[in-house]
């Protein structure tokens, strides 16, 4: 397969119309179509099913359509890398993360390269565990900022001087707005909006005291910003970290900790034996002065 190839196909995909696509890609209507059957032809599977108006994919064109991105994106990466400054450090570093105040240090790391006179882009990745490693893997992210353990066969880490404090996002009406913290019992009758990644984090099950299936869950989430809106909404109550939603003014959300209290260490990963470009090294190395200061 040709990336260029692939590129007419991810077009088509997102024009659902091969004559639209062909007219941004500035090729004719038949010499595309040609190239669509030859690379069906070349996989040896259908990627379209071709209406009047309009193109849909396939199960095997959905699957490609997402092995392609990453592919394109795996180029532009590379490309970008080797095309670098042979004196100046420039280039992009790629980031995977959930949401989490640490992400805080990262930037810090990067407002330290361009005062430095680096001319580094931060291409971040917003996601849970599995979405950053997957990535990772792949070769997609340069680094992966992540909760809990690792697989220390596979990736190298930096621990960050950071905690994330987990508690209860709710409406500033709600009565459990009214306490200091929150215990679990106090939530057991309450309806819930978990953190996907919180559902299999050991330290939260253990301070629940139930399993999941024992609780009234309303919803789940893994970005927490439309998390809040549900619970604006009056769907349920959201455990999450601390200092993710704002809270104060008219906001109409208020915030409070666990009791005992729950914090979670977050750390930067990234694969063994990885060749890093030089802004990805630059950053690395700036983010552990960063750690070292915070000490």
Known sequence: MELRVLRYFLAVAREENITRAAGYLHLTQPTLSRQLMEL??????KLFVRGARRVSLTEEGML???????MIELEE????????????????????????DA?????????????????????????????VTERLDRGLLDFGILLGPIDTRKYDSLLLPAKDIWGVLMPAGHPLAKKKS???????????????QGMIESDISRWLKKEIGQLHVAATYNLVFNASLMVKEGVGLALTFDRLVGTGGESGLAFRPLS?????GMQVVWKKYQVHSRAAERFLAALRAQCEAAE
Request: glycine share 12%; charged share 35%.
């Open 77 to 100: 990466k590379t490309l970008a890398e080797l095309q670098q400054d042979g004196e100046a450090v420039s280039g992009g570093v790629f980031i995977g993360a959930g949401e989490t």
């Open 64 to 70: 490609l359509r997402k092995r392609a991105g990453e």
């Open 103 to 131: 992400m805080r240090m990262a930037g810090r790391a990067a407002c330290q390269l361009r005062r430095e006179g680096a001319r580094v882009c931060c291409h971040l990745y917003s996601g849970n565990s599995i979405d």
């Open 182 to 196: 929150i215990r679990a019992e106090e939530l057991w009758d309450e309806p819930l909006i978990l953190s996907r």
């Open 40 to 45: 069906e032809k070349e996989l040896g599977k």
């Open 260 to 264: 005992p209290k729950v914090e979670s």
